[in-house]
């Protein structure tokens, strides 16, 4: 089955205490982002990766790390998180290529609290 | 950077009836995509629809690259409508995988 998994779906962590989120597609899609949803805000893109070792910040990277070592997965690291990062993330994926990035499948989501 | 705005950003229906959502943006786009996020909060792509119009069942999109906006048309609205609806678009002079949604409309569908 075509997907896009996260995990871990839930975290609970307390303020400085580094964190990995991981993020794998089985499509071999070339682009894949991480975003960020709060109320009121909407989804902010944390940052985007067009292909494998190519990444780019989106609209909100402060405090976030990424990696793109191989095509399927695309690693979300907090190194020092703090409470304002408490929120639900989403990993997308898309096909990507000279056509543009296309259409977007998300990832079930992982609802983060930072105590 | 570029803007994007959803209007209405709340709306109620009776089961059966037709809504119309819209999308506007203040710049040039290249991509323009509309998505569902269910009560649940799964997010679901309706339509990738940078210009021109698009069906899918009861639901339809049009975008009108030229005047800057998008619409989402949802007919005989169902209970399983309800959620909220995005449209994102990525700017055509920008950087091409910043992807920039709206705040979305949030759709409640009655029995």
């Known amino acids: 089955e075509a997907q896009v998994t996260q995990n871990p779906r839930y975290l609970i962590t307390v303020t400085g205490k580094k964190l990995t989120v991981t993020c794998s597609q089985n499509?071999?899609?070339?682009?894949m982002s991480w975003y960020r949803q709060d109320p009121g805000l909407g989804l902010r893109q944390i940052y985007y990766?067009?292909?494998?070792?190519?990444?780019d910040k989106g609209d909100v990277p402060e405090g976030y790390k990424v990696s793109r070592k191989e095509k399927r997965n695309f690693p979300l690291i907090l190194e020092s998180p703090s409470p304002n990062q408490t929120s639900l993330y989403f990993c997308?994926?898309?096909?990507?290529?000279?056509?543009?990035?296309?259409?977007?499948?998300f990832g079930p989501g992982t609802r983060l609290l930072v105590l | 950077g570029i803007q994007v705005e959803q209007s209405p950003p709340d709306l109620i229906l009776q089961e059966g009836a037709n809504s119309t959502l819209r999308c506007n943006f203040s710049?040039?786009?290249?991509?323009l995509q509309w998505f569902h996020q269910n009560p649940w909060g799964q997010l679901i792509n309706l339509f990738y629809?940078?210009?021109g119009t698009k069906q899918n069942g009861r639901l339809s999109a049009t975008t009108v690259a030229t005047e800057r906006y998008s619409l989402l048309y949802i007919s005989s609205s169902q209970t399983t409508d309800s959620g909220v609806y995005f449209c994102?678009?990525?700017?055509?002079?920008?950087?091409?995988?910043?992807?920039?949604f709206g705040k979305g409309t949030k759709l409640s569908v009655k029995p």
């Open positions: 997308a994926s898309s096909l990507g290529g000279i056509s543009g990035i296309g259409t977007q499948y």
């Open positions: 499509m071999n899609h070339e682009y």
């Open positions: 990766s067009m292909n494998v070792e190519v990444t």
């Open positions: 710049d040039s786009v290249n991509n």
């Open positions: 629809i940078p210009s």
């Open positions: 994102a678009v990525i700017n055509y002079g920008g950087s091409q995988g910043n992807l920039i």
